[in-house]
C-alpha cells in the first residue's frame, strides 16, 4: 500500500521499508545530546517551511520546540477529501534515533486510527529510520488515510466497513457530527467558564473599588488626623516658646533682682564702712570711739609742731580703693586716725595694730575723696588682677588678695624659715564669691609653699578669675 510502502508524490516507492519482504533489523540505540536534537529539529522545520508540500503543515507549539502541532488535509478522490485533521507529533531526546509519538488530535473514523487517536503505521514502530523526518511521516499519514492496511486494523468496525464507501461516507458524517457536537460543547462549556470567570472578575473589581474607596477615605482621614496633629504641635510649640519666655523672663528679673540685692547690700556696707563713727560706752562703762566699721585699725600719733591745719591726717594706704575718714580734733596735743582695714582682720576695737609701708605709699592730699594708691601695689593688682591689701595677722605680715567682680579672697601669711631654707608662704582662702562651684580643689584646703613657687601659685589663681575679668 502507498502507505506503508513509501512516500506519495515525488519520493519513490523503494525507499520506504515497506518496499522488500524482509524485515530490517531494528535500529541500534544510541544517545545524543539535546543541542544535536534541537539543531536537527530546527533544520527539519526549515525544511518543512520551504517545501511547500500541500495539505500537510507542523509548527511547534508555543516556545518548547519537542512538541508539535501538524495538519493533514484529505488526499483527492477519497472519502476524506476536504477534511483536515490536527495531529500531536512529541519527540523525545534519542530523536532522530527513536520516532516520535503521533497521535490524532480530531475525531479520526480510519481502520488504522483507535479511538483515542493513535495511529497504526510502521514506520513510527519498527520500521523507523534516522533518515525520516517530520515531512516524510507527515506525508505517510496523509497516504495512510486514502489506502489503509486492511490487514492489521486498530479499529475494526472501520475495517469491515472499508468496503462500503456509503457506510463510510455515513460513519464519517457521524464522526463529523459528535465532531462538532463536542465543539459546541467544548465552546459551551468554555463560554459557562468564561461567564463565571467574568462575575468573578466582576466581582473581583467590585471588592477592588471597594477597597481603594476604603483606603482613599482612610488617607483622607490620616491626612485630616495629620493637619490636626500638626495643629496640636504648633500649639504645643507655642505654649513651650510662651513658656520658655517667661521662664527666661522671670530668670532675668530674678538675675536683676539679685544684682539689685547685690548692689544694695554692696552700698549697705559701704554706707556701713563710711557711716559716721559714734561714741559708746562698752562693759565697765568707759566711753569709747568707735569708727563706721568694726574692722578698723587705730593708731595715735602726735601732733607735728608748726603745723597750722585743723585736721592732719597720715594715710595708711592699704589697698587703691580704700576709704579714708578724717576725723577732727580740736585739741592740739593727739588726734585719731581711723583707716578701714581689710574685712578679713577680725581684731578687737582695744588692740592697736601697726602695718608699716613705704613712703612712697603714703599721703598727704587731705580732702581727696580717694587715696593715691602705691606705685608698688599698684604694679601687683595689675600683675595678678586681684586688689591687694596688707594686715598683721599673729604677729606675721599678711597680704590679703581679694577679686571684688567675682567676691573672692584669700590670704598670704610670710612664714619666715628660722633654718636658712627658703621662706614660705601659708595660703588660706576666705571666700570663693562666684567661682564656688568652678575652682579646683587645691584652692578649698590650706596650702604651703615657698617663695620660688609664687609665680606658678598666681598664674593658676589667673587661670581662675581670667576668663570673668
Not at 227 to 245: A, F, Y
Request: charged residues 25%; hydrophobic residues 30%.
Amino acid at each position: 500500500m502507498a502507505a506503508v510502502n513509501g512516500y506519495q508524490g515525488n519520493t519513490p516507492a523503494e525507499t520506504t521499508p515497506a518496499a522488500t519482504g524482509s524485515k530490517q533489523p531494528a535500529p541500534t540505540t544510541k544517545t545524543v545530546d539535546s543541542q544535536s536534537v534541537l539543531k536537527r529539529l530546527q533544520s527539519e522545520l526549515m525544511g518543512l517551511m520551504m517545501g511547500g508540500d500541500p495539505g500537510i503543515s507542523a509548527f511547534p507549539e508555543e516556545d518548547n520546540i519537542f512538541c508539535w502541532k501538524g495538519t493533514i488535509t484529505g488526499s483527492k478522490e477519497t472519502v476524506f477529501e476536504g477534511t483536515e485533521y490536527r495531529l500531536s507529533l512529541a519527540f523525545s531526546n534519542d530523536y532522530p534515533f527513536k520516532p516520535p509519538k503521533v497521535k490524532f488530535e480530531t475525531c479520526c473514523f480510519h481502520p488504522n486510527v483507535d479511538l483515542y487517536g493513535n495511529i497504526c503505521l510502521d514506520i513510527l514502530q519498527d520500521k523507523w529510520s534516522s533518515a525520516y523526518d517530520v515531512r516524510t511521516i507527515l506525508l505517510s499519514i496523509q497516504s495512510l488515510l486514502g489506502e489503509p492496511n486492511i490487514s492489521s486494523p486498530l479499529n475494526n468496525q472501520a475495517a469491515q466497513l472499508w468496503s462500503n464507501q456509503e457506510v463510510q461516507l455515513e460513519m464519517e458524517a457521524l464522526y463529523a457530527k459528535l465532531y462538532d457536537k463536542y465543539t459546541a460543547l467544548k465552546t459551551r462549556k468554555f463560554s459557562e467558564l468564561n461567564e463565571v470567570s467574568r462575575e468573578q472578575e466582576e466581582k473581583f473589581l467590585n471588592c477592588v473599588r471597594a477597597s481603594e474607596t476604603l483606603i482613599e477615605h482612610l488617607r483622607s482621614e490620616n491626612q485630616d488626623l495629620k493637619v490636626t496633629l500638626d495643629t496640636l504641635r504648633d500649639e504645643i510649640t507655642e505654649i513651650r516658646s510662651t513658656r520658655d519666655k517667661g521662664l527666661l523672663e522671670s530668670q532675668k528679673r530674678l538675675a536683676e533682682e539679685e544684682r539689685k540685692n547685690k548692689a544694695l547690700s554692696e552700698q549697705v556696707k559701704e554706707l556701713i564702712s563710711e557711716g559716721v563713727p559714734h561714741n559708746y560706752k562698752d562693759h565697765s562703762g568707759t566711753k569709747r570711739k568707735t569708727p563706721e566699721s568694726p574692722q578698723v585699725t587705730t593708731r595715735s600719733m602726735r601732733k607735728r609742731m608748726g603745723q597750722s591745719e585743723d585736721n592732719m591726717v597720715e594715710t595708711d594706704t592699704v589697698s587703691p580703693t580704700r576709704r579714708l575718714r578724717i576725723h577732727s580734733s580740736e585739741q592740739t596735743e593727739d588726734m585719731v586716725e581711723t583707716d578701714v582695714a581689710s574685712p578679713h582682720i577680725q581684731k578687737s576695737t582695744t588692740e592697736t595694730l601697726l602695718v608699716p609701708q613705704p613712703q612712697c605709699c603714703k599721703t598727704t592730699d587731705v580732702g581727696s575723696s580717694k587715696s593715691a594708691g602705691c606705685p608698688f601695689q599698684a604694679l601687683g593688682e595689675h600683675l595678678i588682677g586681684m586688689k591687694l591689701s596688707t594686715s598683721d595677722e599673729g604677729g606675721r605680715a599678711c597680704i590679703v588678695a581679694s577679686h571684688p567682680s567675682s567676691g573672692l579672697s584669700f590670704t598670704l601669711t610670710w612664714l619666715n624659715s628660722s633654718t636658712g631654707e627658703e621662706d614660705e608662704l601659708l595660703y588660706k582662702v576666705e571666700s570663693l564669691g562666684t567661682f564656688e562651684r568652678v575652682v579646683p580643689e587645691w584652692m578649698r584646703d590650706v596650702i604651703k609653699f615657698g617663695t620660688s613657687m609664687i609665680p606658678v601659685f598666681f598664674q593658676r589663681v589667673s587661670r581662675v578669675i581670667k576668663p570673668l575679668s
